[in-house]
């Protein structure tokens, strides 16, 4: 299975702000995908954004972004004017490119929003 | 996307007891999953619930402790079998499907063993 690494437990930002979220995979595979889910506490995972390694250019979601950097094997996700409900744990989630939906997940960031 | 209902929403249960959650998809979909997220952590797949066949178990997971079920291509449930108190966490249904790139989850189900 891939190795996804989350290192940073815990980011605080002040609303309006802009906070980065850092995430590093390891894998073979030329052909994936990479996301960000989000989860407050409704336990509910919401996608964030994806990119796909076949892509260079960075993905885009209204205030959130990501950098990707495949020989880096780096794709960190970019939260700008921060609002009060960004506030819940966010996973990155790599799957392999192939027809299969399984996900590995790292082990989370928690954001708070101070206002 | 896909609208997925899992239910129960949360349940309370005592230990040696067994809980069945279920996965209802509003779409037919390839695949469904099902992951167990322990308090505070990440997600841990469980099993790949192949329909018409016998799930396909991750490490670490066996079919007499998680049996699962997938009778068609909208609906799956899972069996939390002989619970303990370790058995405590939030257990998510996954879809996926090759109209969409992301996969789709259910609620989660928040499951306590007393």
């Known amino acids: 299975a891939q190795t996804v690494t989350q290192s940073q437990p815990e980011m605080s930002v002040q609303e309006a702000e802009t906070v980065t979220l850092s995430c590093t995979y390891d894998t073979s595979e030329s052909d994936y995908y990479l996301f960000w889910y989000k989860q407050p506490p409704s336990r509910q995972m919401i996608l964030v954004i994806r990119q796909e390694a076949y892509k260079q250019q960075n993905a885009t979601e209204n205030r959130f972004s990501v950098n990707f950097q495949k020989a880096a094997k780096s794709f960190s996700l970019k939260i700008s004017d921060s609002q009060l409900g960004d506030a819940a744990m966010y996973f990155c989630a790599y799957r392999s490119g192939s027809y299969d939906y399984k996900l590995s997940f790292g082990a989370g960031t928690t954001v708070t929003v101070r206002a | 996307s896909a609208v997925i209902s899992q239910k129960p929403s949360r349940d309370i249960c005592q230990r040696g007891t067994s809980l069945t959650i279920q996965c209802q998809v509003d779409?037919?979909?390839?695949?469904m999953f099902w992951y167990r997220q322990q308090p505070g952590q990440s997600l841990t797949l469980i099993a790949t619930a192949n329909q018409g066949s016998e799930a396909t178990y991750e490490s670490g997971f066996v079919i007499d402790k998680f049996p699962i079920s997938r009778p068609n291509l909208t609906f799956s449930t899972l069996t939390v079998s002989n619970m303990s108190p370790e058995d405590s966490s939030i257990y998510l249904c996954s879809v996926g499907d090759v109209r969409n790139t992301e996969a789709f989850f259910g609620q989660g189900t928040r499951l306590t063993v007393v």
């Open positions: 779409s037919q979909v390839t695949m």
